[in-house]
């Protein structure tokens, strides 16, 4: 049986097709994937990412604990900021990537991926002992809306009386939207600027159905599962289970800056430090297909007439109009610019490594 | 609701086929090409393959998919529609005419008699999509 989120009969009314994402029931798209992923880049767009996994740590030691199980720096968060980051296995595997909320000193709360939530949880309970923490799966606890795109302040701002423009960018504020009691953080999975609302799941109908209505005019639809993973390719943000897992490290998929080797001790620390200090033997690249044939997940790469492995993400880029991709590569196959092939169907198509990510707000490569 | 032209015949995987002598045209439905989505591209055999009926003989791609297109009736591809490549929206825009896919010289053109007749094809598509 797929769990469903509070919004379950709000997207069937909706008319979006649903599909099994994670054990979860989801919209993959309401209208088109392209209509939804260019409302996102040029207006704004409307997520129910309720199946995103919600943990609480509290406590004296809660700040010890996930000091101790993710790789960025927990003691630089002021009250109110969020910071992403990985947890580690001990070889320096990433179990999953996830950001991180200070509410306040002894109150965080983690967001994980859907897929990974019973997981993560046992992990960080086992990693408990002896902190003076305690660990609460509230995932049930929680809706979450992603309101994403260039006009995604002004639609918010018209439900609220709060000042969104003081939120900046990776902090969040309890905010009544609408009479409704969230939680409004300005973070996303798009590349543009917006928003997740974090809200009681009883009340998700209310603010979902208020934000369209109240964004329609300016441009807001729904927008599904689809649309969310080539948004988030064009902004190079990597997906757990496809462009890093247990056997990659966070180094390897080009996320040492949320590795924090000096802030003291955690859990795959010493592996890191050590792939560090030896030097990487591959990492995960961005790449656009130069041909008309989009690269897909799993698609054979070839460097030098020998597989050297398979796509992590590849998929055409509705906005920028190109096949694009990650993969991991050699290093000394990895520069930009560097030519290597992918195998479509048994025919070898060109790619070319390019930086990442692929799609900035406010600019776009070529 | 899908358009399905009566003078066509069609395949449960969604390709029709139009007849003139021993050349059939093959393209995607409507239904077909609703149930993909915005088309990025098309990829389609050589002049001159020759393809068994139910194999496939290209593929065609949306943003999140790919889907293979089989060939109703067995035969040698003769025309490609070359213009999928620079317009392969064409398949979503005017499935039955301009997004048409190959044309084949078929060998067994008894071989439409076993095809779906357009009222088949829609009374199918119903019962697919009430699954």
Known sequence: MLKRTPLYETHKLLGARMVDFAGWEMPVQYSSPVAEHMAVRQAAGLFDVSHMGEFEVRGAGALALLQAVTTNDVSRLADNQAQYSTMTNHDGGVIDDLLVYRVNSRYFLLVVNASNIEKDFEWIKEQAAGHEAELRNTSPGYALLALQGPRAEEILQGLTDHMLDRIPYYWSQRVIVDGVDCRVSRTGYTGEDGFEIFCAPVDSRHVWNRLLVTGHKLGLIACGLAARNTLRLEAGYRLWGHDMDETTTPLEAGLGWIVKLDKGDFIGRKALEKQKHEGLNRKLVGFVVEDKAPARDGYPVVVGGGQVGNISSGSPAPFLKKNIGMVYLPVDHAKPGTEFFIVVRGRQVPARVVEMPFYKRGRSFD | ?131
């Open chain 2, 1 to 131: 609701m899908a358009n399905t032209p009566e003078d066509l015949s069609y395949t449960k995987d969604h390709e029709w086929v139009r007849v003139k002598g021993d050349a059939a045209t093959v393209g995607i439905t409507d239904h077909a090409q609703k149930q993909l989505g915005d088309v990025v591209y098309v990829e389609l055999p050589k002049i001159g393959d020759r393809f068994e009926a139910t194999e496939p003989f290209g593929s065609v791609e949306s943003v999140k998919a790919v889907s293979d297109i089989y060939i109703p009736v067995t035969g040698t591809v003769m025309e490609v529609n070359e213009s999928l490549n620079d317009s392969p929206e064409q398949v979503n825009e005017d499935p039955y005419g301009d997004g048409w896919m190959i044309v084949v010289r078929m060998e067994n053109p008894a071989q439409v008699d076993g095809l779906l007749s357009g009222a088949e094809y829609e009374d199918y598509i119903k019962e697919e999509t009430s699954e």
